[in-house]
């Protein structure tokens, strides 16, 4: 959903001013919260700091993340809407009112040149009162990066702060207060911040450390994305259920933040009372997806068509990664009228690393497609160097998705990127750059990793509501098993009520969803009428209502079929309709 200033919800979101440069920060990135409210379809009016008071009374929940303070009058008339019945979020900081969220903030333990604001750096969330709806789906100590350090002074803490090495400390990561008719809620780590680092990783200039194990040696002189890798060998893998000697990253870390963020608005939401509108993230209300892509290294016809068997067996689509130069035209042609999509697989292990290889190699494979250039691209062997350069690259060249954030070694396999959801990234001074990225989470099950695999990462999609990437080399697809646990795949996560899409179908449905705008809010004697318009047909979407039952009807005044649905934790109503034009519903 696009963010509109100009819809009267009763969320309003507020990213407070970054401070000077060279001056220390508890948050990084923070317009980056559009970033994650915008996935997950939430419907919010945006507010600048100056705008916020006078939004006060149609506010029911406000959200600031950033480390700077409102001005003084503003924070005065938040303290008294909070006072009289308000909800307010605040994320790596307190806006200037520690005392209102029930903390104090902790000085450095030194006070020097450049060294006047506390702060978190490396550590983990440890959740302490699992039962709350804001965490019930945080499992294990959560990686996070800076943030605002707090202790508790008449707020009550739902999470605590290990250190890097997980160490207990006094430090508080959660942090609720009730004040008057009204609550406040601290996340303390820099959500923001957290996300893009763990998403995208740091800039790739050199070989990354291996992991301990020697499951994941990634000092072997070949640079791609996992050397950028920011997540803990130790704590951040675990082990896999009747594997010995094999743990992979089986927690989405960052879906996992962007989560406790919609979780915290939806239960801040419920305390008020208020109904929010969401446009879910797939169609029929589906619970998550599935995908399968196929890197063509060799293009061996013999193999190709082996694959497209096992495929055509499973009645599912998948895309086809094909390396230059590429299969004969008539195979080519063959994959595409059986309904495959066919992709790019960018070559920098025999080729250079450079943008006008990546160009020429391009126009080799729109020309071997009969002029229909690729829009989606994952890079040989996961290559990759520089931080945000190739997505530039992707850009330019018109690719609109890329897969190439992933594991090239088997101790790498899982969310090793902390996700399993498509996001655009961005570049170091947090321009958004209009490609999606959606993570390779496994090569070929049976070579590249056991198949015990599939279990924790199909049961870590289906909770967090993301998309299974799975990648079978036709190269390998007449290896022992390797067909069969192909089928099998599949079929468990058909079994799960995930559908298979293409990379193609997964992009046009995200940047179509995206377009979908909130036109307009209005809640009165129990009845809730929303307008939203999609200026690209979206069949099937399904809206949810933030309440446990209701009826809908549409603007002509005839019901509309709802459904009763959990997500993120809460009880919702689920609409599925066709969006296109204006449509008006009435709750």
């Not at 350069?389 to 969310?415: H, N, P, Y």
Request: net charge negative; proline share 7%; hydrophobic share 40%.
């Amino acid at each position: 959903m696009r963010a509109t200033e100009t819809v009267s919800s009763p969320l309003g979101v507020c990213v407070l001013p970054p401070r000077p440069r060279n001056a220390a920060r508890t948050v990084s990135y923070g317009q980056y919260l559009h970033e994650i409210l915008a996935h997950a379809g939430m419907c919010y009016q945006t507010l600048s700091p100056e705008e916020i008071e006078r939004n006060l009374p149609n506010l029911r929940v406000l959200v600031t993340v950033g480390d700077t303070s409102l001005p003084d009058a503003v924070r005065d008339a938040v303290a008294r809407w909070v006072e009289e019945g308000g909800t307010w979020l605040a994320v790596g900081g307190t806006a200037g009112s520690p005392a209102l969220f029930g903390v104090r903030e902790e000085p450095p333990t030194y006070s020097g040149w450049g060294a006047a604001t506390g702060t978190l750096g490396e550590g983990y969330l440890q959740v302490t009162n699992p039962d709350h709806p804001v965490l019930a789906h945080v499992s294990v100590p959560l990686h996070f990066f800076n943030g605002v350090p707090v202790h508790a002074s008449t707020g009550i803490v739902h999470a605590g702060v290990l250190d890097a090495h997980q160490r207990g400390t006094p430090r508080a990561a959660v942090v609720e207060r009730r004040v008057g008719n009204g609550r406040c809620l601290l996340i303390a780590p820099d959500v923001t911040g957290t996300v893009v680092r763990i998403q995208q990783g740091v800039a790739v200039t050199r070989d990354g450390i291996p992991s301990p194990d020697g499951t994941a040696p990634l000092c072997d002189d070949m640079l791609k994305s996992g050397d950028g890798g920011v997540l803990d060998w130790w704590f951040d893998r675990q082990p896999v259920e009747g594997v010995p000697g094999f743990s992979a990253f089986l927690h989405p870390v960052a879906d996992i933040w962007r989560e406790m963020v919609i979780r915290a608005i939806l239960y801040l939401a419920q305390v008020r009372g208020t109904v929010l509108p969401i446009l879910w993230l797939y169609p029929r209300n589906l619970p998550a997806l599935a995908h399968l892509s196929h890197d063509t290294d060799g293009n061996d016809p013999a193999l190709a068509e082996k694959m497209l068997e096992v495929v055509r067996e499973a009645g599912v689509h998948s895309t086809w990664c094909v390396i230059p130069p590429g299969y004969p035209q008539s195979l080519v042609e063959r994959i595409r009228s059986e309904g495959h999509e066919l992709a790019m697989h960018y070559d920098a292990v025999e080729d250079n690393w450079d943008e006008s290889i990546f160009q020429k190699q391009w126009q080799t494979l729109t020309d071997l497609y009969g002029g229909q250039p690729p829009v989606t691209n994952k890079n040989h062997y996961l290559r990759w160097e520089g931080d945000t350069e190739f997505f530039e690259w992707c850009q330019r060249c018109g690719i609109q998705l890329d897969q190439s954030k992933g594991g090239s070694k088997t101790g790498e396999a899982g969310f090793n990127f902390g996700t399993c959801h498509p996001y655009f990234p961005v570049d170091p001074q947090g321009r958004r750059i209009d490609v999606l990225e959606l993570p390779t989470l496994t090569q070929d099950l049976n070579v590249f990793a056991p198949d015990a695999l599939l279990t924790p990462l199909l049961r870590a999609v289906e909770r967090h509501h993301g998309i299974l990437h799975l990648l079978f080399h036709p190269a390998h697809v007449n290896k022992p098993g390797v067909a069969d646990t192909i089928l099998r795949s599949i079929r468990r996560a058909q079994e799960r009520g995930m559908e298979w899409w293409t990379a193609r179908r997964i992009n046009e449905w995200e940047r179509a969803r995206r377009q979908v705008q909130w036109l307009g809010y209005r809640e009165q004697d129990g009845r809730v009428t929303l307008h939203v318009r999609s200026d690209a047909p979206l069949q099937e979407a399904t809206l949810l209502f933030t309440v446990e039952r209701g009826e809908v009807s549409a603007g002509t005044g005839e019901p509309v079929r709802t459904a009763r649905t959990e997500r993120w934790g809460f009880p919702m109503v689920a609409v599925t309709l066709n969006l296109h034009g204006e449509v008006t519903l009435q709750l």
